[in-house]
T-cell receptor
Framework: NAGVTQTPKFQVLKTGQSMTLQCAQD?????MYWYRQDPGMGLRLIYY???????DKGEVPNGYNVSRLNKREFSLRLESAAPSQTSVYFC?????????????FGPGTRLTVT | QKEVEQNSGPLSVPEGAIASLNCTYS??????FFWYRQYSGKSPELIMF????GDKEDGRFTAQLNKASQYVSLLIRDSQPSDSATYLC??????????FGSGTRLLVRP
């Protein structure tokens, strides 16, 4: 039982390049999330998927797109990377029903855009 | 703007002492409250959650919730150097979403 996995662990991009961050969970959770974490800013929600087939914007969605490929997988795409997107990206999942909002996090992707 | 506020610290306590971490939130409708621990360079790890007013104990950790005053706290008894980390408070801000504070850094001195 791996929990939440993310690939890649590290990535360096040049401005304007694109990439997709992958996330998968094996806990049969309904809801999945993408966050970014910057120094002194805490975790900020980029996009979330309450259930398979649905996605919604979070607090900081500009410059990102997401795909909920199936119940297990939720990917985050940067179409044209900018230095402001240098950050640590975390994927998380939760059962998402009723009061069960506990979220479990993947190990993170450290992205640098030059 | 719904907010969750935490003192960034660092909060420095000697080994064996009680560490008290506090968090205030602005949304009176919030119903679920979580404490995550994050070691440097690692992902957040859930350590406690609380839904009802009062105290909830789990080993050396106690979460306290006061909805009238809109604060939630985390007490760590018999603090150990291994407890040194950043502690993130998170509050439900609507269906399926958590709002995180920026975290309090705790240092436990041997």
């Amino acid at each position: 039982n791996a929990g939440v996995t993310q690939t890649p662990k590290f990535q360096v991009l040049k401005t304007g390049q694109s990439m997709t961050l992958q996330c998968a969970q094996d806990m049969n959770h309904n809801s999945m999330y993408w966050y970014r974490q910057d120094p002194g800013m805490g975790l900020r929600l980029i996009y979330y998927s309450a259930s398979e087939g649905t996605t919604d914007k979070g607090e900081v969605p500009n410059g990102y797109n997401v795909s909920r490929l199936n119940k297990r997988e939720f990917s985050l795409r940067l179409e044209s990377a900018a230095p402001s997107q240098t950050s640590v990206y975390f994927c998380a999942s939760s059962e998402g029903q009723g009061a069960s909002y506990e979220q479990y996090f993947g190990p993170g992707t450290r992205l640098t855009v030059t | 703007q719904k907010e969750v506020e935490q003192n960034s610290g660092p909060l420095s306590v000697p080994e064996g002492a009680i560490a008290s971490l506090n968090c205030t939130y602005s949304d009176r409708g919030s119903q679920s409250f979580f404490w995550y621990r994050q070691y440097s360079g690692k992902s957040p790890e859930l350590i406690m959650f609380i839904y009802s007013n009062g105290d909830k104990e789990d080993g050396r950790f106690t979460a306290q919730l006061n909805k009238a005053s809109q604060y939630v706290s985390l007490l760590i008894r018999d603090s150990q150097p291994s407890d040194s980390a950043t502690y993130l408070c998170a509050v439900t801000g609507g269906s399926y979403k958590l709002i995180f504070g920026s975290g309090t850094r705790l240092l436990v001195r041997p």
